[in-house]
């Protein structure tokens, strides 16, 4: 039985997937769901120590749906040998290996590229190919600090704090997906291959965005501002009677729906809060004064109100309550696959719908090695070729 493509969009390429822990997994999980057809290689089990968390946990299970497993020992030579065999039939190769392990394993691009100059060969580090700091080991908290976001993020003061998601790796992974697609569609012209490459540093620096663009054109360095907006006034976290919920009040015109809404008028005629540059002088007396007025009301009542009148206004989820909200229901970002076993289990499903190609979940996460051999059939292998790479321990 031939495996299901996802979707339609991405079904005529290829991927071999060499990417482990999260950075790669997220730009080959991008492919995947898609519709392209991803063949995860891993090492034979006892050759490696497993990374990324239990295989049966959700961040595997989230990570690695949509794909196929193989095993394969890149370390022998009919491993090496079976894999650059594949490669001659493959759109896309992506590793996330520090710099210099690709070369000491004979499997970087130009090697590759020699095989096969369709490639488009795709490669995520810690902190770039070449540099001082290449073939340091990257990991996510270590691109925060050093790309400056734990900088700015918590409270005044606190010091250093983290982002409660590994947003360096998934961002480079997205980015570097982006990249592949950016470079399928131009090799639709130039009939050529090339190769790509992004880092969790890189992907960390560009995520800053506007914070990032204030120091480069004006020179200011952001520091941390809590749950207020640094630039958008009053925009931030304030206590209602019941919980919290955030407002973005900001420009002359929501300020003033505000004021209206929340029976605040008189705040409107105070003269430290005329205008954006006065109140974001001023804005930690703004927010005791607007402080007063939401304990009044509950956050349910908050919300509604306000955004009934035209301010932008939410509660501040759990992640159970997140899920369990109409309208997150409604998006249907949770969605359903069937296990092996036949039961159902939820994952986060794409974020972005086609009308006509849509994503969908066709396959759990594959255990390992389970759709070696009909692989390598598919990759023109003979039945006497893939005993003869079992023998060899190559798979």
Known sequence: MPFPHASKALARFTVLDLTRVRSGPTCVRELADWGANVIKIESPPGLEEPMGGPREGGDFQNLHRNKRSMTLNLKTPEGLAAFKRMVKKADVVVENFRPDVKKRLKIDYKTLAKINPWLIYTSISGFG?????????????????????MSITGLPGQGPVRVGIPIADLSAGLFASIGILVALLEREKSRKGQYISTSLLQAQIFMLDFQAARYLVQSEVAKQAGNNHPTSIPTGVFKTKDGYVNIAATGQKIWQRFCEAADATELLHKPEYQGGTARSKNRDALNAEIQTYMEQRTSADWVERLNAAGVP???????????????????????????????KMQLVAQPVTLSRTPSRFVAPPPEIGQHTDAVLKEFGFSARDIAALHKAKAV
Do not use: W
């Open 129 to 149: 190919q070449d540099g001082p700091y290449a073939n340091r080991p990257g990991f996510d908290q270590i691109a925060q600090g050093m790309g400056g976001l």
């Open 313 to 343: 206004c939410g509660p501040i989820y759990a992640i159970d309550d997140m899920f369990a909200d109409p309208q997150v229901k409604h998006l249907k970002i949770a969605q359903s696959v069937t296990k092996k076993d036949k039961s």
